[in-house]
């Protein structure tokens, strides 16, 4: 069964720093991975995907991450932080095989930033 | 609306009694979701619809829990006699299309559930 492990459970950055989330998974084939974002109340917003290709992938509010399958990581990274992307970020892998459709999530990693 | 809509936002209940929580997605998407999200951990898979179809629930902790999309549209999770670890957010989440690569996975805020 795949998994994932987050293994930072709270973050401080600097407002301006950069960042790096650690995500690591376990899947016997090709994974798909997502990063998705949750503000306090709110549901999960989708930050990027990897499915194939390019194991740099770019998506939205300036974020990227890369796959590295010899490490089994996809670590989210951005170059400089807002006081906004103060969340809760969590990994999750995607099962591969049609018809099971289920997104398995890491446990999450906290942001704070400070001024 | 543009999203998905999960009703009530918060819900309280007496352990034993029975709850029903609503989710609407959005218009035209094929593929439901729900996870439960308990304190301080991530989303877990409770079950999956595409359309009407349920066809998996192998995430539903116990015969207590039950979820249905009778019209391929909105779903309904119920949750009978329930229990002090039922305290939980559940989330909603609907996508166009099927299969994991067909569509990301757009989720409501989540009903936050207490059981007293």
């Known amino acids: 069964a795949q998994s994932v492990t987050q293994p930072d459970i709270h973050i401080t950055v600097s407002e301006g720093a950069s960042l790096e989330l650690r995500c690591n998974y376990s899947?016997?084939?090709?994974?798909?991975l997502f990063w998705y974002v949750q503000s306090p109340g709110q549901g999960l917003q989708l930050l990027l995907k990897?499915?194939?290709?390019?194991?740099l992938v770019q998506g939205i509010k300036g974020f990227e991450a890369e796959f590295k399958r010899s490490q089994s990581s996809f670590n989210l990274r951005k170059p400089s932080v807002h006081w906004s992307d103060a969340a809760e970020y969590f990994c999750?892998?995607?099962?591969?095989?049609?018809?099971?459709?289920?997104?398995?999530f890491g446990t999450g990693t906290r942001l704070t930033i400070i001024p | 609306g543009a999203g998905v809509s999960q009703s009530p936002r918060y819900k309280v209940a007496k352990r034993g009694q029975d709850v029903a929580l609503r989710c609407d997605p959005i218009?035209?998407?094929?593929?439901l979701f729900w996870y439960q999200q308990a304190l301080g951990q991530g989303p877990e898979f409770l079950t999956y619809?595409?359309?009407?179809?349920?066809?998996?629930k192998s995430g539903l902790p116990s015969d207590r829990f039950f979820a249905e999309r009778p019209e391929g549209s909105v779903s309904t999770l119920k949750i009978q006699r329930t229990q002090q670890e039922d305290s939980a957010v559940y989330l909603c989440?609907?996508?166009?299309?099927?299969?994991?690569?067909?569509?990301?996975?757009?989720f409501g805020d989540g009903t936050r559930l207490s059981i007293l």
């Open positions: 989440a609907s996508s166009l299309g099927t299969g994991v690569v067909a569509q990301p996975q757009h």
């Open positions: 899947y016997g084939a090709t994974p798909y």
């Open positions: 990897y499915f194939s290709g390019d194991t």
């Open positions: 999750a892998v995607g099962d591969s095989n049609f018809g099971n459709e289920k997104l398995t």
């Open positions: 218009s035209g998407h094929v593929s």
């Open positions: 619809f595409q359309n009407e179809a349920q066809l998996d």
